[in-house]
């Protein structure tokens, strides 16, 4: 019913796609720089949140169109096997329904496909490294890393720019993009470009967005405002870690002062040791901290009807999964290489300390949760693949 709602009653979602449309439909003669400015304009003008894009990246939409093509462009892997759309596809929200994505040598990647709706929103970008900042940033981690391989580029940039260098809409794109460089074919051109493209993802028309900003009484159901109260009351604690226009920053205030981005939720308590899985266990692997064990980046929960499986690893296959794991504040391992009582796991987050929901406020909740997917975002032409049935680049 959620879905139908948003497919029913997508006025402001139109008024985006007109707006990507005349910004980018446009772009084969538009190469200017359009910054800050620029970008606002592509937003509905009740989101007032802060917007964070990289000072070296000026964004126009002639940039973000070539970015679409390399984005679905299967050459940009070693083998071309694999897109960046591979593991970030439209009809999952950007994700791809995988546990840990696939690789283009056929390798599992470390973490579950993050949805890229609203990345443009985000100060911090991947579950467990807090350096990253903007999407500039962060996809050197798919293109360059060889543990595994994602997209194969380690050692072998220069075979596929000259792949893409045949190419004659790259060819006549990029000098206009970048005239001021002698060869425009550099792997931080084609970085900016993908990555104009991806801010461009925005998911703001979910029912919750017209009952919120727009005021809109009937968007929400009885069931659905029920689970809305639930999800902001003291007793469960969900906005806590939950709150802004992506329903990602906490309210939660680290030793510094800054919002706790990165949190331990009692997934493992290996042995009762505190560990999460060997080399898998979050914001510790970059700090070195015991504290920061199994602190991994507080999800968005925009589009959730979409992006099953759920948590940093794929390990809940449902919401109705993901809400017992809360309401049993942890999650109990019994068996295996896993074993340990998450629950007891002494780094968690102390608000993570269960609590009781009978079926019919649970059901309610996850009603609520499905009130944040905006269903446009999936089928939006604008973040469609640009290349034909007949054309090999996907």
Request: proline share 6%; aromatic share 10%.
């Amino acid at each position: 019913m959620v879905l139908k709602q948003a497919l029913n009653n997508n006025i402001f979602g139109t008024v985006l796609v007109i707006l990507l449309v005349v910004a980018i439909g446009a772009c084969t003669t538009v190469y200017k720089k359009e910054g800050t400015d620029g970008f606002r304009r592509l937003l509905p003008g009740y989101i007032t949140d802060s917007i964070y894009l990289w000072p070296g990246n000026p964004f126009s939409a002639a940039k973000a169109n070539t970015g679409r093509y390399l984005f679905y462009d299967r050459r940009m892997s070693v083998n071309q096997s694999k897109s960046c759309a591979s593991c970030h596809a439209p009809v999952f929200s950007f994700t791809d329904s995988y546990r840990r994505s696939i690789g283009a040598l056929g390798d599992n990647v470390q973490h579950n496909a993050r949805a890229l709706v609203n990345i443009v929103f985000n100060r911090y970008l991947t579950a467990a490294d807090s350096t990253l900042h903007f999407p500039e940033q962060q996809i050197d981690n798919p293109m360059f890393h060889d543990q595994p391989a994602e997209l194969g580029w380690k050692g072998n940039e220069e075979t596929i720019i000259a792949r893409l260098r045949k190419d004659s809409f790259y060819r006549s794109q990029l000098p206009r993009l970048f005239p001021d460089d002698r060869d425009p074919f550099t792997t931080s051109n084609l970085q900016q470009c993908i990555s104009s493209f991806i801010k461009t993802i925005v998911a703001v028309d979910a029912p919750y967005d017209r009952y919120a900003y727009l005021k809109d009484s009937t968007a929400l159901t009885t069931a659905q405002l029920n689970g809305m109260r639930l999800f902001f009351s003291d007793r469960l604690h969900c906005s806590a870690c939950h709150g802004g226009i992506n329903f990602s920053q906490p309210a939660l205030r680290s030793a510094n002062g800054e919002p706790a981005y990165y949190q331990n939720t009692g997934l493992y308590n290996i042995n009762g040791t505190g560990n999460y899985p060997a080399g898998d266990q979050g914001l510790f692997e970059l700090t070195k901290r015991p504290a920061d064990k199994g602190r991994f980046l507080v999800p968005t929960l925009r589009n959730l009807a979409f992006t099953a499986p759920y948590l940093h690893n794929g390990s809940a296959e449902s919401l109705e999964e993901v809400v017992t794991i809360y309401e049993n504040g942890g999650r109990n391992t019994a068996a295996g290489d896993m074993k340990g009582d998450g629950r007891r796991n002494p780094h968690k987050n102390p608000l993570v300390s269960g609590f009781v929901i009978t079926p019919r406020e649970k059901k309610d909740l996850i009603g609520f949760l499905m009130a944040l997917s905006d269903s446009a975002v999936c089928n939006n032409p604008q973040y469609a693949n640009p290349f034909t049935k007949d054309e090999t680049q996907h």
